[in-house]
């Protein structure tokens, strides 16, 4: 991020936004109409979410797989034109049925997960999941709730430090839960991410009714490590009853934009 005049400059004003974050009330309000409590500004979490991409990319090896990387790119580029904002994605050769987006505008998606999610539209249900759970502003109010807490510092000093590890700042912004620290997201946050990443495949083109049958193919996979999207949750059956629920209102939105020409062809 060469806009920025300096990093180190960038990480002091970050520390003491950190610091002085307690004294300051935000109050926001969710795509939803939930009331949020933000006490970051969105540069602040761009800065956070940025740091933890750079250090997970580190971490772990990018896939050479180059048919994997164009579909992943395929299908994430079509559900972020109908968010907006410069997005990168990068896929990670990992066994891990998993994905996550940060704030600063990044998707990171494992080669694992596209052994369980199965062609484009269910693709999409998850990178649909994640993108919502930034553009909803989900971060700011995990790391302001870990502030109030008394949790906070140790997000100031990851910041600081920079050299911490991914794991514990992915945590903090609720996208770590494959590192075992268990910070999942809130119930809340997932109900109001699966919801809002079913209009937005929609929009995008892709059928929402794949999005059911993904949640399906995760209950079946199962596994030790629930990834970040199916952790924390109310179980399969809620979800996959929320999610149905909503159907009437999004296959008519999904059936406009294949009207409108919107039809992905990813593979
Ligand atoms: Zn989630």
New binding site residues.
């Given amino acids: 991020m060469n806009r920025r005049p300096s990093h180190q400059k960038r990480r002091q004003k970050l520390l003491l936004s950190l610091l002085t974050a307690t004294a300051v009330v935000a109050c926001a309000t969710s795509p939803l109409g939930r009331n949020q409590l933000k006490l970051y500004s969105d540069s602040d979490l761009d800065e956070m979410g940025v740091t933890a991409f750079a250090q997970t990319a580190k971490e772990t090896p990018v896939t050479t797989n180059g048919q994997a990387t164009t579909y992943v790119n395929c299908v994430a580029n079509a559900i972020t034109r109908e968010v907006g904002g410069v997005w990168e994605v990068k896929v990670f050769e990992s066994k891990d049925v998993n994905a996550f987006a940060l704030p600063g505008g990044k998707i990171g998606v494992y080669t694992g997960l596209l052994q369980v999610a199965k062609g484009q539209d269910q693709l999409a249900a998850v990178i649909g999941?994640e993108v919502a759970?930034v553009i909803a502003g989900h971060s700011n109010e995990r790391v302001s709730q870990q502030q109030v807490t008394g949790l906070g510092l140790n997000v100031a000093q990851l910041i600081v430090g920079g050299g911490a590890g991914g794991g514990a700042l992915m945590s903090a912004l609720g996208a770590g839960a494959q590192y075992g620290v268990l910070l999942p997201?809130s119930r809340a946050?997932?109900s109001e991410?699966d919801l809002l990443g079913l209009d937005y495949m929609a929009k995008a083109g892709f059928d929402p009714r794949q999005a059911v049958q993904l949640w399906q193919n995760m209950a079946q996979a199962g596994g030790q490590k629930p990834p970040?999207?199916a952790s924390s949750h109310p179980s399969d059956d809620t979800r996959i009853r929320q999610i149905a629920a909503r159907l009437p209102q999004d296959l008519p939105v999904y059936q406009s934009a294949q009207a409108a020409g919107k039809k992905p062809k990813c593979g």
């Fill in positions: 999941h759970h997201f946050h997932e991410a970040e999207f």
